[in-house]
């Protein structure tokens, strides 16, 4: 006899919930199915019941993690825009906190070199879920000559996911804190646009 559907999806969450939370910690490769399903507190045997591969599992995990990310990133500036906007978004993302979390926020320095080494199907959720990142960004700066909105929210983005990979595989040397205040510092230069001429 099956499971009842709610059931089933309360467990189908927990699974995720659990390699979240490893993934973001050790990676994808670093994680097996038998870590994930003893982190949720269940058999390994119950895990095909809801995911048809390890992969499937990565792309689900990637997908919710970031798009959950994103609503976190954003929330609570929604009335801010442009240099103020990105300055109150790199403080929060290129933080000591975040940097020394255990379990990190942001999953991308533990999983891409992971996703590089992934199959498409994973290659195109961080893709997605990358390009939405940067439209939100760009929904809150402007661009002039020089580049336009989705350009610097791109560079903004890449910016920050860079200098975070950096400081957290530094962290305990002078290098370290001062790559977070350089990238922040540069991620604010990205939402100056300059003014234009009569």
């Given at each position: 006899m099956g499971h009842p559907p709610e059931q089933k999806q309360a467990t189908h969450e927990r699974i995720l919930e659990a390699a979240s939370g490893l993934f973001?910690?050790?990676g994808f490769s670093a994680t097996s199915v038998e870590?994930?399903?003893?982190?949720?507190?269940?058999t390994v045997g119950g895990f095909y019941a809801h995911f048809g591969s390890k992969q499937a599992?990565?792309?689900?995990?990637?997908?919710?993690?970031?798009?959950?990310?994103?609503?976190?990133?954003?929330?609570?500036?929604?009335?801010?825009?442009?240099?103020e906007w990105m300055s109150?978004?790199?403080r929060r993302y290129l933080s000591r906190a975040h940097r020394d979390a255990q379990v990190p926020a942001c999953p991308?320095?533990?999983?891409?070199?992971?996703?590089?080494?992934?199959?498409p199907a994973l290659k195109e959720?961080?893709?997605r879920e990358a390009?939405?990142?940067?439209?939100?960004?760009?929904?809150?700066?402007?661009?002039?000559?020089?580049?336009?909105?989705?350009?610097r929210a791109m560079a903004a983005y890449?910016?920050?996911?860079?200098?975070?990979?950096?400081?957290?595989?530094?962290?305990?040397?002078?290098?370290?804190?001062?790559?977070?205040?350089?990238?922040?510092?540069?991620?604010?230069?990205l939402a100056e646009t300059s003014e234009p001429r009569d």
């Open positions: 973001r910690r050790q870590n994930v399903m003893r982190a949720a507190g269940l599992l990565l792309v689900e995990s990637l997908s919710r993690i970031m798009s959950k990310r994103r609503g976190e990133w954003f929330q609570g500036i929604e009335d801010l825009r442009g240099v109150h978004l790199v991308l320095p533990a999983v891409l070199s992971d996703v590089a080494r992934g199959e959720t961080l893709s390009d939405l990142m940067v439209q939100g960004i760009a929904e809150n700066l402007s661009g002039d000559a020089r580049a336009s909105a989705r350009e890449a910016l920050c996911i860079g200098a975070l990979s950096i400081a957290k595989a530094t962290e305990g040397t002078p290098l370290s804190d001062e790559m977070l205040l350089a990238a922040r510092r540069a991620s604010v230069l």
